[in-house]
């Protein structure tokens, strides 16, 4: 049987959640055709990498201008789309138009008019696309979906979604591209797109509206200096600087080897500094959000996402009318970066906490046993999902298409529409989802 064809657009940070197991496992199903970014270093470095470590063959590396050439020339049957944010649209488009099927890391898009494009393209060309939600594979996110599936705490009536990004992985979001809202859709889009999904997969609802506030209160330079700390906005950016020695906020890409030869050595290929510094001018997400969503099934969520926090994860409780669930991760300190993850204190350790309490019962703790792999075990099962000749049977629902992967968006695009016009956003005026469905299963 001959292999399935992937071609490749955006090799930076994420790319080895795909690549690598399609080198290692998946070879003997799924090929990989095609890479194309504007840098010629990224690239290099994770052929050289899939050479030393799969001893796989070479792959032909493409230009941005000639992403319609690696399309014609090397046929893929799925292209995989892993570049900033608010390049997923044009190049999902642009593959569907090819006649491929379509892999996009999350976010699917950025706004409502790109939402919009992509939907038309999926209709028209009638092409796969399917929306990279790792965060369900995770074993503890699975658990609670099993938990409320089966009724344990009977009909659900409210959430609250507290998502903690630390001074390490939520800084990073403050150095490079994710900064600026054209390019992320701010963190309402780019991080709390997962959260979105998690909260409608769990309650397999479909959001109806949103109200929402927000602001940059933490990073920037304005902050800084209001807290006293000017000293910390005198440079650009941290490599190399001797006045940022001490700043515990800088982050040094000559002191780790992946850091250094994926983007300090490729900054001449397209001038993408990953550095900067947060506390700078020119930043335009918030580091501070708050959400209220309606569910179509009447259900109410309240979520949070702050980013300068001293640790990181997250902490949802879901009630019921016949009992509770509380639900905790606390995450390790980390950036993940290439071929690792980067580790920078050794002492954030990764724990789970799962309780339930039925109405007049004992509260109890639910077990979750982790996995080998990224997100406690989650982003192996979704690589299986995604490239093995027959995956195993997705009974929870874990996989989503394009509606789902909308579904999760258009929340964060509302949120960010309310946050400007201090109003709730209805989400049919952005994008209409199927709207007699009330339940999340019954969207692509
Ligand atoms: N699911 C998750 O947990 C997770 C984690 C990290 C990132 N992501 C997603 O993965 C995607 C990539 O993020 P990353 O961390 O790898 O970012 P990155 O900055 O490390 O890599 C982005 C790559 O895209 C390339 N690029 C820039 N402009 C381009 C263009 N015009 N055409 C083609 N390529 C271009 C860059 O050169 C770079 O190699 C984003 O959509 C992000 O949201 C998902």
Redesign the pocket.
């Known amino acids: 049987m001959s292999k399935i064809k992937y071609a490749v657009?955006?090799?930076?940070?994420?790319?080895p959640m795909f690549i690598d197991p399609i080198a290692e496992t998946y070879h003997e199903n799924a090929q990989i055709v095609g890479f194309?970014?504007?840098?010629p270093t990224?690239m290099k470095w994770h052929l050289d990498r899939l050479v030393k470590a799969y001893d796989y063959a070479d792959i032909p590396c493409y230009g941005?201008d000639d992403f319609d050439k690696m399309l014609v020339e090397q046929q893929p049957d799925v292209v995989i789309v892993?570049?900033?944010?608010y390049?997923?649209r044009d190049y999902i488009v642009k593959s569907m138009e090819h006649g491929c099927d379509v892999i996009t890391?999350?976010?699917l898009t950025i706004d409502a008019e790109s939402c919009a494009i992509i939907m038309e393209a999926v209709e028209r060309t009638g092409r796969h696309l399917r929306t990279?939600f790792?965060y369900r594979w995770q074993p503890g996110a699975s658990k609670v979906r099993e938990l409320i599936g089966s009724g344990t705490i009977g009909k659900v009536i409210h959430v609250d979604f507290e998502y903690m990004l630390n001074t390490i992985h939520g800084a990073d979001y403050y150095r490079?591209?994710h900064s600026d809202k054209s390019c992320s859709g701010g963190l309402f889009i780019?991080k709390a797109t997962h959260h979105f999904d998690l909260i409608n997969w769990w309650l397999d609802a479909i959001p109806e509206s949103v109200y929402a506030l927000g602001e940059l209160a933490f990073y920037g330079k304005e902050n800084a200096i209001a807290r006293g700390q000017e000293a910390w906005t005198k440079y650009d950016r941290y490599t190399g600087v001797e006045a940022a020695k001490k700043d515990p906020f800088a982050l040094r890409m000559d002191e780790d080897e992946t850091l250094k030869q994926l983007y300090y050595n490729a900054e001449a290929d397209?001038g993408?500094i990953r550095d900067k510094n947060v506390f700078r001018d020119g930043i335009t997400i918030e580091d501070t959000m708050s959400a209220l969503i309606k569910y179509r099934t009447g259900v109410v969520a309240n979520y949070s996402l702050n980013s300068y926090c001293p640790r990181e994860g997250f902490v949802v409780t879901i009630n019921g009318d016949g009992g509770r669930i509380e639900y905790e991760e606390r995450s390790a300190s980390h950036i993940?970066?290439g071929d690792k993850e980067i580790r920078m204190e050794a002492n954030h350790k990764r724990s789970l906490h799962l309780k339930v309490q039925k109405l007049f019962g004992e509260p109890y703790e639910v077990p979750i046993e982790e996995g080998p792999g990224g997100h406690g075990g989650g982003d192996p099962l979704l690589q299986e999902q995604m490239f093995a000749k027959k995956p195993t049977k997705d009974e929870l629902g874990r996989n989503a298409a394009h509606e789902q992967g909308a579904a999760s968006i258009l929340v964060g695009v509302a949120a960010n529409q309310s946050m400007e016009s201090k109003l709730p956003v209805n989400l049919n005026d952005l994008w209409s989802l199927s709207p007699e469905a009330k339940h999340l299963h019954e969207l692509a």
């Open positions: 657009v955006g090799t930076g940070g994420r790319i194309c970014d504007p840098s990224r941005i892993c570049t900033p944010d390049l997923h890391e999350k976010p990279a790792n490079r591209w780019h397209s993408y993940i970066t």
